[in-house]
């Protein structure tokens, strides 16, 4: 069998016949630098293996290398590695950790909004009643229905504000995380954000993504800043002007 630095040694010598440095192939590919010094160093054991095949098959394409033949030798060297906590399965506790702390936020978030909303309510009619003339706050509740009176009139015809259908996503990177986002069939960013990392994407829909560690990033939907969205594996994640989703879930509404 193949040893991994002898696989490894492959994309190295392949990318230096086309005269290809590092930073160019990762302008092209869209994949972090970490990822293709990984797969030239024959180290496969840091990602997930389903992760790792993607990444090797895209590789061997943009190199002109065999790609059936590269994933097959991959996965042949790959079978002897133990895969990572890091892949496409979500364990059940890791489920269950995702649906309560969606809920739990879910549940406050609903509580604050009831209570603001009723303290509002009452200071805004407090100041509508304090300015209405006497003859006004004395009539009838139909009176008032009948003639509204020109600043009822006013606020009725004016038309609410249009939310903008377009939506500014950045992500911040609080620890080590490999993070995906597509927009539509296209994927525009996928790769691991260190410590530190900023990323930032724009579009006139909706943006999708999924992530390894989703506690370690922060999401901000046009300059609203929603923090750690969840915990762990996270796919299915939905972003746009209205707010950000997992599934059919609502993480936050903007």
Known sequence: MMKPKDFGKIFTEARKK???SVEEVCRSSRMHSDVIADIESGVFDRLGKLYMKGF??????????????????????????????????????EKNDVVTSVSSEKKARVVFVVVLSAVAAFVILGMISSKMPPGVRQGSEADLVKNP?????????????KRSAGV????????????????GDK????????NGDSKTWKSDGTLTGWTGKAEML???????????IAKGVVKNIMISSAGIKIGDEWITRL
């Open 218 to 228: 922060d999401f901000i939907v046009n300059k609203r800043n929603v923090g750690a």
């Open 187 to 194: 994927t525009i960013f996928a790769g691991i954000l260190e």
């Open 149 to 161: 009176g020109p600043a009822a009139s006013a606020k009725n015809n004016t038309a609410p504000p």
């Open 18 to 20: 086309r005269s290809l």
């Open 168 to 183: 500014t996503l950045t992500v911040k990177a609080r620890g080590k995380a490999w993070l995906q986002i597509s927009e």
């Open 56 to 93: 090797v098959k895209k590789y061997s394409s943009l190199l002109g290398l065999n790609t059936e033949d590269m994933v097959k030798k991959y996965e042949s060297i790959s079978s002897g590695i133990r895969d990572r906590e890091f892949s496409l399965d979500i364990e059940k506790k």
